[in-house]
C-alpha cells in the first residue's frame, strides 16, 4: 500500500506523537491546577466531608437561693442524636430505632427538619434519653449508621414547680430567636433559657460549647473519634446567685391556698431583693428539659388557668383599696389632708354625688372618720372626698409620677407595664371633651376605674412605705440601673412614720384583724378588685416589723373575694422570715369585712376604647 | 524460549510491567478502606487475570501477524455474535447494575465481550485497510471500515454503553488516519457528530455550518458526497433534540454534570464533584499509600474500576500522577516506534490501533477524574480491575511484541531505522 511510504508514515508518525505529547501536557496542566493551585479548596472540602463536628453542650451555670442552696443545677443525662446522611437512609434509620426509642411520627419529622436545618451536625432524636433506651440502642450501634449517643449536662430544677415561675426553663432555640443579635451566637438546636431567670441571665448562664470532631463515611456512619487536637472542650457558664430565700420560697408554696390562682411577691424593703416570687398554679420546668412531651405542652396551654403565666408580673388586676394608700400619700404630699382631716360627709354607707349613688363597702356607714381610721376601715365613702379633693389632675399627675403606668423594671423576662391613665386627655379620648365629670376621681381614689395594676408595682408602692420612701427597683440578681434610682414617694419621714401607723391599725383593729400575731406588729393593707368574670379578686400588701420593716410581702390571689382572705397568708410568710412562732396564725379564723367598693359599673378598659359618639356618658352629669 | 524472551521488546516490555505493577499497588489501596466493601479482596483475583494476562500476551507474542491476519475475520464474527449473545442472555454489574454488558455462565461473570470486541475491530480494520491499494480518498471509500467499526459499536451502544461505543469510534479515526487519509476527509467524515454536539446552541450550530460551507468549498469534494455532508450536518442540528430525549436520564445527567458538576451535587455531580475532591486533596505528595480520606470512607465511587486515577491522585500527589502519566506516555510513545517500524501495513496498523484504544482509554479515564472528560465508565489500562480489558490488553501488547520482533528480525536496528 503506497500510503505507508516511510516518509509518509513518518509525517503521520510526527502529528501521532504530537497529539500524544499534547494531551498529556493537557492531562499534566489540568492535574497542576487541581492538585497544586487548587490544593487548598479541595483539601477543606476533603476535610468537610470527612469531619463532623459534635458539639459538646456546656454545662449552664448553678442558680443558687441567698442562702447557697440550690434552684436549678445540672444533672447527667443523655442524648441520641443522628448523623445525618442522604434524607431517605436517615428516615429509614429513624423507622427503625423508632419502636426503641419510642418516638412517634411527628417527632421522626422534626428530627428530619433537624437534618435539613443543619446538615454538618448531629440531629438531635432523644434530648433526654432514660438509660434502657441508651443501652437497648448501643447494643444495635452497628445496624444504625451515624448514632451518636452523649453524655451531656441535663438541667435540673430540685423543687420543681415550687420555683418554676421564678426560675423558668431552658429549650432549643427558635429560628426566630436565632434572627435576633442576643442569640446569633447560639447554634441551631442549641438550649437557651425560655423564662424566668435562665432567659433573663441565658448569657451569663450559657457557657461556651465545645466541640469534637469524628471522622464519617459517605454514608454518615461515625468511623472513629478524629484527632482530639481540633476539639474544643466546653466551658461552664457562670453561675448565678439570686436574693430568693428557698426555704421562704417552699413555705409560702405550702400555704398558698391549694387550687387557687394568684401569687405572692415578697421584697426586702431597704433593697429591693426579692425574697419570694411565687405563682399559682405552677408547673414542672423539668418536662421541658430534652424537649416537652406534645401532651404536657398542649395541658399547659389549654388549661384555662394558664400555669405558665407569672401573676406577680404578667398579670393585671384593680388594686382594690390597696391604692388607698397611694391616694393617701398622694394627698400628704400635696397638703390637701394630714392624719386628723375629717371629711364634710360622714359615711353612711354611701356617696350622693350628681345623679348618682356611689356607696360604700359597709352599708351600714362607718360614721365621721379622720384619714387614720379611714384607712384602717377602708372607708369607701372617705375616700370618694378625698379623691374630690384632689382632683383628677393631681390623681393622674401623682400617679404617672410614681411609675404607676408601666414597668417596674424587675429583672425578669415578660412582665407587662400596669395600666393608669396618662392624664385627662385619657378620658378626652375615651368619653369626648367634656362628656366626663370630676366624678372619674371617686373612681379612681379607691383603687377602681381605669387602673390596672401588676402585683410587682403594688408592692413597690408598699417597699416604699415600709423604707425611707425611696423606690428600690425590684430584683432577683442585680438591680436595674435606672434612672428611677433616686426617685421617691416625696414624703417627709414623719408623713411615711404616719402612713405606717394607719396600716398597722388596719391590722391591729381594721380589715385585717385576723393575721395579726403576737409578737409582732404587721403593717398592711387589703384590697378587693372588681371581677367582672366572677369572683373578686383579693390583695394583701403588709410588711414587718411596722417600726423597722424588713420585709414587704404583697399576694393577690384569683376569686378570693376578698382582700382579708389572702392577709393570713401574706402575715404567715412575713412571720415566717422573721422566724416567729407561725402555728398561732394557723388557726385564726378570720372574721371577714367586705372591703370591696361596689363599682356601679363595668368601665371599659383602655385597649376596647371606641366610644361611639352618641353613646351615654358613663358618668353622666348635667349641670 | 530463553532467547525469545531476550528478544522481546525491552522498553514496551518495562513500561508495561511498570504500569501492571502501579496499577496492581493502587487497586490493593483501592480495597483498603474503613468502610466494608466487596473490593477488599479483589486484589487477589486481579493477581490472577494478571498472570492470565501474561499468559495471553505469550501466546499472541508466539503468533505469527500472518496467522493472526487470517484469524482476524473468524475473530471478528465470534466477537459480533459474542456482542448479540450478550445482549440477549446479558446481565448488569456494579454501578450499571441496568445494562447487559456481561456474559454470565451459571451465574458467574465471565466477562465483557465489549472489551475483546475492540481488539477484534482493530484487527479486522487493520486487514482491511492493509489490503487497500490507495488510502481511502472519498467518503465512499470510508464506508466499508465505518461498517466494520459500525457493527459492534451499534451492538455495545444498545447494551448500552455509551463509552466503549466511543471507544469503537476513536479506533476508526485513528485508523483512518494511520491508513492515510487526508485529514481534511477525517474532518468531514465526523462533521455530522459535531453539528449534532453542537446543536445544543443554535449560534454555535449556525457558525459550523457557515464553517462547514467554507472548508467544503476549499476542499473541494465531489458534489454529491459535498451535499451529502451537508444535509447530514443539517440533519444532525434537527436530530439533537429527538436524540437527546432518547438517552436515558442517567446519561443526560452525566453530560449535564460534565458541564456543571454543582447542578446536582449529590446525584449526577456527586461522582465528578468527589473525584475532583479527593485529587485536589491530595496536593504535591499525597496523603499517603493507602491513606486517602476520599477513598477510605467511600466518598470516592467506583474506586476500584472507573476512578481508580483518582486514588492515584490522592494518596501520591501530583508526583504520583506524573509519574503514571510519564509511563503511559512512555508506553504510547513505544508502541508508536512499533507501529512505524512494523514490517508491513497490517502490523503497524494494528499496533497503532492498540495504541490509539490505549490512548482514548488512558485520555477519556483519566481526564474525567478531574472534569477535563464527561464521566463514561471506561476502564483505564492495567489499572481498573478486571479480567476482559485486562485480557484485551494483554492481547494487545503480545501483537505489539510479535510486530517489535518481526521488524528487528527484518533488519530494524534498536537504534533506528
Not at chain 2, 470510508?142 to 471507544?167: E, H, N, W
Not at chain 2, 446552541?201 to 476549499?218: D, K, N, P, Y
Not at chain 2, 447530514?232 to 439533537?240: D, E, T
Not at chain 2, 477519556?364 to 478486571?386: A, Q
Request: aromatic share 10%; with cysteine; net charge positive.
Amino acid at each position: 500500500m503506497s500510503s505507508f511510504h516511510p516518509h509518509l508514515v513518518d509525517r503521520r508518525l510526527a502529528a501521532a506523537r504530537f497529539a500524544v505529547w499534547a494531551l498529556l501536557g493537557l492531562l499534566v496542566m489540568s492535574f497542576f491546577r487541581t492538585q497544586i493551585l487548587g490544593h487548598g479548596k479541595y483539601q477543606l472540602q476533603s476535610e468537610t466531608n470527612r469531619l463532623r463536628p459534635i458539639p459538646l453542650p456546656a454545662p449552664r451555670g448553678t442558680i443558687y437561693d441567698r442562702n447557697g442552696r440550690v434552684l436549678a443545677e445540672n444533672v447527667p443525662g443523655y442524648t441520641v442524636s443522628l448523623l445525618p446522611g442522604p434524607e431517605d437512609s436517615l428516615r429509614s434509620t429513624l423507622a427503625r430505632i423508632a419502636s426503641i426509642a419510642n418516638i412517634d411520627s411527628v417527632e421522626i419529622e422534626r428530627v428530619i427538619q433537624r437534618a435539613r436545618r443543619a446538615p454538618y451536625q448531629p440531629a438531635l432524636v432523644l434530648g433526654d434519653a432514660p438509660f434502657a433506651v441508651v443501652s437497648a440502642l448501643e447494643e444495635r450501634r452497628v445496624a444504625i449508621p451515624g448514632l451518636v449517643i452523649q453524655a451531656e449536662p441535663k438541667r435540673f430544677y430540685p423543687d420543681t414547680d415550687v420555683v418554676a415561675h421564678l426560675v423558668g426553663y431552658v429549650g432549643e432555640v427558635t429560628e426566630a430567636e436565632r434572627a435576633t443579635r442576643r442569640f446569633a451566637s447560639v447554634r441551631l438546636g442549641g438550649l437557651v433559657g425560655k423564662d424566668g431567670l435562665e432567659r433573663e441571665y441565658d448569657d451569663t448562664l450559657r457557657g461556651s460549647e465545645g466541640v469534637r470532631f469524628v471522622e464519617v463515611s459517605a454514608r454518615g456512619q461515625m468511623v472513629r473519634e478524629a484527632e482530639a487536637a481540633a476539639n474544643l472542650n466546653p466551658v461552664k457558664g457562670t453561675d448565678l446567685h439570686t436574693t430568693i430565700d428557698l426555704e421562704l420560697q417552699k413555705f409560702v408554696s405550702q400555704i398558698f391556698p391549694p387550687g387557687q390562682r394568684g401569687a405572692l411577691l415578697a421584697l426586702n424593703p431597704n433593697t429591693g431583693e426579692v425574697l419570694a416570687l411565687f405563682s399559682a398554679p405552677g408547673f414542672d420546668p423539668n418536662a421541658f428539659v430534652g424537649g416537652i412531651s406534645a401532651p404536657y405542652w398542649r395541658s399547659l396551654n389549654e388549661n384555662p388557668a394558664r400555669p405558665l403565666l407569672d401573676r406577680a408580673i404578667q398579670a393585671r388586676y384593680p388594686p382594690g383599696s390597696t391604692w388607698k394608700l397611694a391616694v393617701a400619700a398622694m394627698a400628704l404630699k400635696r397638703g390637701v389632708a394630714g392624719p386628723r382631716t375629717h371629711m364634710p360627709i360622714p359615711c353612711r354607707g354611701g356617696l350622693q354625688y350628681g345623679n348618682r349613688y356611689f356607696r360604700c363597702w359597709d352599708a351600714r356607714g362607718h360614721g365621721d372618720l379622720n384619714l387614720t381610721e379611714a384607712i384602717a376601715q377602708s372607708c369607701d365613702v372617705y375616700f370618694y372626698q378625698l379623691g374630690m379633693s384632689l382632683g383628677v389632675t393631681s390623681l393622674l399627675e401623682d400617679g404617672n409620677a410614681w411609675g404607676f403606668r408601666g414597668r417596674t423594671g424587675i429583672d425578669l423576662p415578660g412582665e407587662i407595664p400596669s395600666e393608669f391613665p396618662t392624664g385627662p386627655e385619657y378620658y378626652d379620648r375615651l368619653y369626648g371633651p367634656r362628656r366626663w365629670t370630676s366624678a372619674v376621681a371617686l373612681n379612681l381614689a379607691i383603687g377602681q376605674g381605669e387602673n390596672a395594676q401588676t402585683l410587682v408595682q403594688m408592692v413597690r408602692l408598699y417597699q416604699q412605705l415600709a423604707s425611707d420612701g425611696r423606690l428600690r427597683t425590684p430584683f432577683v440578681v442585680r438591680q436595674a440601673a435606672t434612672t428611677s434610682d433616686n426617685a421617691s414617694l416625696d414624703l417627709s419621714a414623719d408623713q411615711i412614720s404616719w402612713l405606717r401607723r394607719a396600716m398597722i391599725a388596719v391590722v391591729e383593729q381594721g380589715t385585717a384583724r385576723g393575721s395579726r400575731l403576737a409578737a409582732l406588729t404587721i403593717a398592711g393593707k387589703t384590697g378587693t378588685s372588681q371581677n367582672s368574670h366572677g369572683a373578686d379578686h383579693g390583695w394583701f400588701i403588709g410588711f414587718a416589723p411596722a417600726e423597722k420593716p424588713e420585709i414587704v410581702v404583697g399576694a393577690i390571689v384569683e376569686f378570693a373575694e376578698h382582700g382579708t382572705r389572702v392577709a393570713p397568708l401574706v402575715a404567715r410568710t412575713i412571720a415566717r422570715y422573721l422566724g416567729i412562732e407561725d402555728t398561732r396564725a394557723r388557726t385564726i379564723r378570720i372574721a371577714i369585712p367586705n372591703d370591696s367598693a361596689p363599682q356601679p359599673f363595668q368601665l371599659p378598659t383602655q385597649d376596647t376604647v371606641t366610644p361611639p359618639a352618641f353613646s351615654v356618658p358613663v358618668v353622666p352629669i348635667r349641670p | 524460549m530463553f532467547s525469545r524472551v531476550r528478544q522481546l521488546d525491552k522498553a514496551l516490555v518495562f513500561s508495561v510491567l511498570a504500569l501492571a505493577l502501579y496499577g496492581f499497588a493502587t487497586l490493593y489501596s483501592a480495597g483498603q478502606t474503613d468502610v466494608p466493601t466487596f473490593a477488599e479482596t479483589i486484589w487477589q483475583r486481579q493477581l490472577l487475570w494478571l498472570g492470565l494476562g501474561i499468559a495471553v500476551a505469550w501466546l499472541t507474542y508466539r503468533t505469527s501477524p500472518r496467522m493472526l491476519e487470517w484469524a482476524t475475520p473468524f475473530a471478528y464474527v465470534i466477537a459480533v455474535l459474542l456482542l448479540l449473545l450478550t445482549l440477549l442472555v446479558g446481565t448488569g454489574a456494579g454501578t450499571a447494575a441496568g445494562s447487559k454488558s456481561w456474559l454470565s455462565i451459571g451465574g458467574v461473570r465471565f466477562g465483557q465481550p465489549a472489551e475483546l470486541a475492540k481488539i477484534a475491530v482493530i484487527l479486522m480494520l487493520a486487514r482491511w485497510l492493509a489490503g487497500l491499494r490507495e488510502a481511502p480518498s472519498s467518503l465512499r471509500d470510508l464506508i466499508p471500515p465505518a461498517a466494520i467499526a459500525a457493527l459492534p459499536c451499534f451492538l455495545v451502544l444498545k447494551q448500552p454503553d455509551l463509552g466503549s461505543a466511543i471507544v469503537f469510534v476513536a479506533i476508526l479515526f485513528f485508523m483512518l488516519f494511520w491508513a492515510g487519509t487526508k485529514p481534511s476527509l477525517l474532518l468531514l467524515a465526523a462533521s455530522p457528530v459535531i453539528g449534532l454536539a453542537l446543536a445544543f446552541s443554535t449560534v454555535a450550530w449556525g457558525i459550523w455550518i457557515a464553517v462547514l460551507a467554507i472548508l467544503l468549498l476549499w476542499w473541494r469534494p465531489y458534489v454529491v458526497e459535498g451535499l451529502a455532508i451537508m444535509s447530514l450536518n443539517v440533519l444532525g442540528g434537527v436530530l439533537a433534540l429527538p436524540l437527546w430525549t432518547r438517552l436515558a436520564p442517567y446519561q443526560q445527567n452525566r453530560l449535564l454534570a460534565f458541564l456543571n458538576p454543582d447542578v446536582d451535587p449529590r446525584a449526577a455531580g456527586w461522582h465528578v464533584i468527589q473525584s475532583k475532591v479527593a485529587v485536589g486533596s491530595g496536593g504535591l505528595l499525597g496523603k499517603g499509600f493507602t491513606e486517602g480520606t476520599q477513598k477510605r470512607l467511600a466518598f470516592l465511587p467506583a474506586q476500584h474500576t472507573d476512578f481508580i486515577f483518582s486514588i492515584v491522585g490522592e494518596e501520591l500527589g501530583f508526583v504520583g500522577v506524573l509519574v503514571a502519566l510519564s509511563l503511559f506516555g512512555w508506553l504510547l510513545f513505544v508502541l508508536l516506534r512499533i507501529a512505524r517500524r512494523a514490517t508491513d501495513a497490517f502490523s503497524s496498523l494494528c499496533v497503532f490501533g492498540i495504541a490509539a484504544l490505549m490512548f482514548t482509554h488512558i485520555f477519556e479515564n483519566v481526564g474525567m477524574t478531574i472534569n477535563l472528560m464527561p464521566i463514561t465508565g471506561i476502564p483505564l489500562p492495567f489499572f481498573s480491575y478486571g479480567g476482559s480489558f485486562l485480557l484485551a490488553c494483554s492481547i494487545g501488547v503480545g501483537i505489539a511484541l510479535r510486530v517489535a520482533w518481526e521488524s528487528r528480525q527484518s533488519g530494524y536496528g534498536e537504534s533506528g531505522q
